[in-house]
């Protein structure tokens, strides 16, 4: 789940992809029970190809339904143009995706990157199934989706198993503790590949407590760091998405091409690297499970 971004532009027609929805007339009408509340669908009034998935009432993804490659929240845009550096370029990745409601990015990258495969792991053990009725998904082995939660389903797949791990888990607007510690992000650089990518969203707000606290977690299982977000919420003001990007790769995110594409988005973005990210950080801990925590 997210913090409420701004529509980005379209893609230029001639790259628009002529998918459709594979179960439209199955779309409920209003808030749909699943077992961790509810789903609702609703329509772009601006444009008849765009939905957003709301779950328990927060936008959760944004689909058009005519081109898989256009990702509207202002952090997937983000998360894609650091994606779009891993080597080697345009070619097929291993993706794990902690969090999936409508799997807008899986989605967008299996249309970018042809012949990669993905797991998408969702708590809710309904809205799988949902999503891949309503949409026209890539299926399995494209796209996999599991039931169950992220930590634990991480723990189950193999040593360096992953080019790319995402984690977009919320429950509400925070994201839970046991996928944000040490010992978490311990297992994520096990399941990754040397040189490897792990991108976290983190919804924050002033003074970004809680990334501050991620990225120091982040720095003890992998060697670089960068630290994305709005330039307004770096600078103390309102409410959104601090994407963080940790790699051993030394080459990844010390681009200044991915300096400038973060830059030039449809809403750009800065990102802190190298001594700002050190600043950013500052004297934060890092998190640690509880000792009495179930995983």
Do not use: K
């Not at 994305?228 to 601090?242: D, S, T």
């Not at 080459?251 to 990210?277: F, N, Q, T």
């Amino acid at each position: 789940m997210a913090a409420r971004d701004r529509s980005a532009r379209r893609s230029p027609a001639s790259h628009r992809a002529p998918t459709r929805p594979a179960g439209r007339a199955l779309w409920p009408t209003g808030p749909l029970p699943i077992p961790t509340g509810t789903v609702e669908l609703t329509r772009d009034p601006d444009d008849p190809d765009g939905v957003t998935v709301l779950v328990n009432g927060v936008p959760s993804s944004y689909l058009d339904l005519a081109d898989p490659t256009r990702l509207v929240f202002e952090y997937m845009q983000q998360m894609a143009a650091v994606i779009e550096r891993v080597e080697p370029p345009g070619g097929p990745l291993d993706v794990v995706h902690l969090g999936a409601a409508g799997c807008a990015l899986a989605r967008a990258l299996d249309a970018s990157r042809p012949g990669s495969r993905q797991l998408a792991v969702e708590l809710d053990t309904v809205l799988p199934e949902l999503v891949r009725g309503w949409f026209d998904l890539p299926r399995s082995p494209a796209l996999r989706i599991r039931a169950g939660d992220a930590r634990a389903q991480l723990s189950t797949l193999p040593d360096a198993s992953a080019d790319v791990v995402v984690r977009d888990v919320f429950a509400g607007d925070r994201t839970p503790d046991h996928v944000r510690t040490r010992e978490m992000v311990a297992e994520v650089a096990r399941v990754l590949r040397p040189g490897g990518l792990y991108l976290a969203n983190c919804a924050d707000r002033p003074p970004l407590a809680g990334a501050r606290a991620e990225g120091a977690t982040l720095r003890t299982a992998f060697a670089d760091l960068a630290v994305v977000a709005e330039p307004g919420l770096l600078r103390g003001r309102g409410y959104g998405n601090v994407v963080l990007a940790a790699t051993d790769d030394p080459d990844l995110l010390c681009s200044a091409a991915l300096a400038r594409a973060i830059r030039s988005l449809p809403a750009p973005a800065r990102m802190l690297h190298g001594a700002e990210v050190t600043a950013f950080v500052g004297d934060a801990s890092a998190l640690r499970d509880a000792p009495d925590a179930v995983t």
